[in-house]
């Protein structure tokens, strides 16, 4: 890491400013904020209650320990059941009380009087302080004057960049596969998605470089695109993640096409490595210090971002709650303030009730207590991954291969056939002796190395009397049959970045394991996989 | 009021939708939603984290009771300081404790898992049900099937309205003076505010049907308004407050020319009547039950909204606390449908820490406790306002007259002079000499019915050695003086709905009575006071 003493500043990167970001007013406050602050001020500017007036005295919460959740387990589980089992104390997640007075003692506690009034759409100065030295301790910046910004999660922090970036009519960069809100956000206004080829990676560094180098303004109906959107961590829905060397070249090439790159990254803190088959899974002891475990993880592409080119999103959907609906921006200061102003005139600041639990929380927690917390959430994740492969290779005869060409070269791919045995039982006499060249395989899958889903890649072609131009249709048919039989998943199509650019013949599923119990995931396993072998032989 | 049975439904006005709006899709859920709910459904669709990895066991908090403030008293107070003389009790407000749990006992009670979690962006059920049951009692909407949605507060609630309304280059109408924020929400769309001479109840419906029934699409360039922006109740800056007749005139104009009538309605609950001078009020002991209160408050636009064209939008901002971040449309169903879709792209539902508090804080004081609370409030804010306009008479003479044209025609108007005396004492001798004319009125000012601010109309005219279009400069100049004697004020300008209408010669100020304690106010009511006299002497 370069030393504080050699980083630069930000480059200009104004003229990516979209007009509607430019026509926004610098500042609604104007001339009255030189004036805050002043000792003995008596502000009758604006429209605020007395504090006296908020109907709360003071609120509270029952905050989970920071090892709620064990570092090596290989089970998911309840909070503390491995306490509990360690401890034999009885069902109650271990807690502790945080407090937050309407009236602080010392006046920089959190505390609602400041909360729960009107405030800048910067946030709690408590938050902002800790987001600042953590995105410092785990991001590390590589230019100087970084800045953050909460917002209220990446949704609103994706729709807030593409139109503080992209004219109507204007084109982003994105993965072929990506997050169908991005999509949603930015569609309506006539900004368009621009997909490109995925591998075990994620984005191809040699795609988006054709891609670029070879744009075409009359043929695309728009200029090159200036903006990309990427998921790299844990990709939605694919479940790749993208490593150093790759962001780096990536990044480059940004700085080669002048492209500002929004890094949205939720699952930065669920990657859980390789899958590891159950029968070859060794006890995995891997009591890593939290913090160690941290800088384990791939880096962020502000560790490249010499320039300032990135808008880097974080939410605490994923790491605390969705509720909460609490995440910041990273990005350089210009940028950040018309994204300041772009806040103001939608949700102001972030609700003061979830922002003072949060920053409570973290407060209380401190650095090492939420690394310690989103250590043993990686570890869960990793649990439920492993759970729901486990069980898919109990419906299925899974077979590993090393993808050479696609969007999975260079991956370790597991394809299910049908498990012999099964299949002799579940089939009807006659289609067994049809069924002479069996085995075909139903799907692929990568394992995910971070995030929430398993996306599968179905053979459709191996259906019974499959026509060519089949796929759409039977992806949605299977869906169909699928959600009848009690389990629901994501359709393919919905993640196509662009339903035209889709190649014929790919049709997909996503799960999520993210949510049922494991005997939920057990059951959804097993009706998905009986499904899947009647729908192969009998379509209709 | 009509009976249920006889109630229509909305009549279609989806030819209102803008572009965007038409643009947004139908839902992301497409498919999936008619399968939720479904018993024994597994859901392995969405990215939702188990409600096992949300760190509060429970979130609590110290609710005050809902008589905390008198109704009858005239002094602004700390909550239960009317409380603590009556009982004799200790410095602390008088609270009880509400709990939300994770998971909840019975499956209907507020609880942090559904709260926690992704949600729809139609909020929590049981803040819906409570809303919905509030509309119908307070405002009574004329049509049968109206309905609410959650929104982060009414800036929120406005952007969305007005991009689901209006396309680039199009206008709306709204007061002369007006809104800030919502002219900072639509303006950098291109989309453009035309004012409305107002008078003491507010928009003028002559001057109204004028602007509509003559508009030259040409000579404007663009076509005839068909969205109107209002504040109606203690309308922001002026305060000025609209009856049922003049309500009953504007909607009927808006039939007639199609208009849909936004109806921001922040201040409702702080209506207070008029100002009665110092020593001409009676102590006044109305001790009018909570809810006959309500009903004595001006009706809704809802009321005569026999059509579905009124999108109210209401705020718990100063009704429970700003950094609440939560309010509510009240809108017809086709409306409320792309206003959901709207949101979807932003904040998504509002946040769960702040939904379940308020929801819980509700469902505990029910519609009763909540009518008291609100009684209270109003109170507390009419105390604050007579404080204000107490303090005022102190500083200067005030005298009453009757308004009869312009925009205070129908007022009673308050006239500020120097008080002989106190001008004699400050005033130099040979100041006291030049003044031979003495008297000449500083402002103007109307008290406001409701809301939190006093509006003054500055007769910059009288200052020394004014010259014509000196009112601007004026303006800022004694703001500025204002400013650095330690009061900050809102300048007129900012107010503005269209700074070219704005007929010269105008120069007001906005002092908001809700936040200051009594003796803050005083204090600045005399450097106010202070700094006015000195600068109608000299305004160098």
Redesign the interface.
């Known amino acids: 890491m370069q030393s504080s003493e050699k980083r630069q500043k930000a480059i200009d990167l104004s003229h990516h400013l979209s007009d509607?970001?430019r026509?926004?007013?610098t500042s609604?406050l104007?001339?009255?904020a030189r004036?805050f602050g002043?000792p003995?001020?008596?502000?009758?500017?604006?429209?605020?209650?007395?504090p006296?007036?908020?109907?709360?005295?003071?609120?509270?919460?029952?905050?989970?320990v920071p090892e709620?959740?064990s570092v090596t387990n290989t089970q998911?589980?309840?909070?503390l059941s491995w306490l509990w089992k360690l401890f034999g104390s009885n069902r109650?997640?271990k807690?502790n009380n945080i407090t937050i007075p309407k009236f602080p003692e010392h006046p920089d506690e959190v505390n609602?009087a400041t909360?729960?009034?009107?405030?800048t759409a910067t946030g709690l100065p408590q938050l902002q302080k800790f987001i600042n030295n953590f995105v410092k301790k785990v991001y590390q910046p590589a230019y100087e004057d970084w800045t953050t910004l909460v917002q209220?999660?990446n949704?609103?922090g994706w729709?807030r960049a593409v139109l503080t970036l992209c004219n109507p009519g204007e084109a982003f960069i994105t993965e072929d596969w990506t997050y169908?809100?991005a999509l949603?956000?930015s569609?309506?206004?006539?900004i368009h998605p621009v997909g490109v080829p995925m591998d075990s990676e994620g984005m191809r560094s040699d795609e988006l470089r054709t891609l670029l180098a070879g744009w075409d303004e009359a043929a695309r109906g728009c200029r090159r695109p200036h903006v990309m959107y990427t998921v790299p961590v844990g990709q939605?829905p694919t479940g790749v993640t993208m490593g150093a060397a790759r962001k780096k070249e990536i990044y480059e090439i940004c700085v080669e096409y002048d492209v500002i790159i929004v890094e949205d990254d939720p699952y930065y803190f669920l990657q859980m490595g390789a899958y590891v088959p159950k029968d070859e899974r060794a006890s995995q002891a891997s009591s890593l210090d939290s913090e160690k475990w941290i800088s384990s993880l791939t880096p962020s592409y502000l560790k490249f971002d010499y320039q300032g080119r990135v808008i880097r999103l974080d939410t605490f959907?994923?790491t605390?709650?969705?509720?909460?609906?609490?995440g910041f921006f990273t990005c350089n200061p210009r940028f950040a303030e018309r994204l300041e102003r772009a806040g103001?005139?939608?949700?102001?600041?972030?609700?003061?009730?979830?922002?003072s639990?949060v920053a409570q929380?973290l407060t209380t927690w401190q650095f090492d207590g939420y690394a310690r917390?989103l250590h043993g959430?990686a570890a869960?994740y990793k649990a439920r991954r492993d759970f729901m492969i486990d069980a898919l290779s109990e419906e299925f005869k899974l077979k590993t291969s090393l993808g050479t060409t696609g969007s999975w070269r260079g991956c370790t791919i597991y394809t299910a056939s049908p498990k012999p045995l099964r299949r002799a039982l579940e089939m009807s006499e006659k289609a067994a002796l049809l069924d002479a060249d069996g085995g075909r395989p139903y799907f692929s899958l990568v394992p995910p190395s971070a995030g929430?889903?398993v996306w599968l890649k179905m053979h459709f072609e191996n259906v019974r009397g499959f026509k060519e131009g089949d796929e759409d249709t039977l992806e949605?048919k299977l869906w169909t049959k699928i959600?009848e039989a009690?389990?629901?998943?994501?359709?393919g199509h919905?993640f196509a970045a662009d339903e035209d650019g889709v190649s014929p013949g790919e049709a997909h599923f996503?799960?999520?394991?993210?949510?049922?119990?494991e005997e939920?995931?057990k059951?959804?396993m097993k009706?998905f996989g009986a499904t899947v072998r009647e729908f192969f032989e009998n379509p209709e």
Chains 1, 2 share one sequence.
Request: with cysteine; glycine share 12%; net charge neutral.
């Open positions: 509607l970001s026509a926004r007013a609604p104007k001339g009255l004036y002043r003995g001020l008596i502000s009758l500017a604006g429209g605020m209650p007395s006296d007036y908020f109907p709360f005295a003071a609120i509270s919460g029952d905050a989970l709620s959740f998911s589980e309840s909070s109650k997640e807690t609602l909360a729960l009034q009107y405030g209220t999660g949704t609103d729709s169908p809100s949603a956000s569609q309506p206004f006539g939605n959907s994923k605390i709650a969705p509720g909460s609906r609490l103001e005139t939608s949700t102001q600041a972030p609700c003061g009730f979830g922002q639990m929380l917390w959430l869960q929430m889903f949605m959600a009690g389990v629901l998943i994501g359709p919905y996503r799960m999520s394991f993210s949510f049922s119990s939920d995931m059951k959804a009706i």
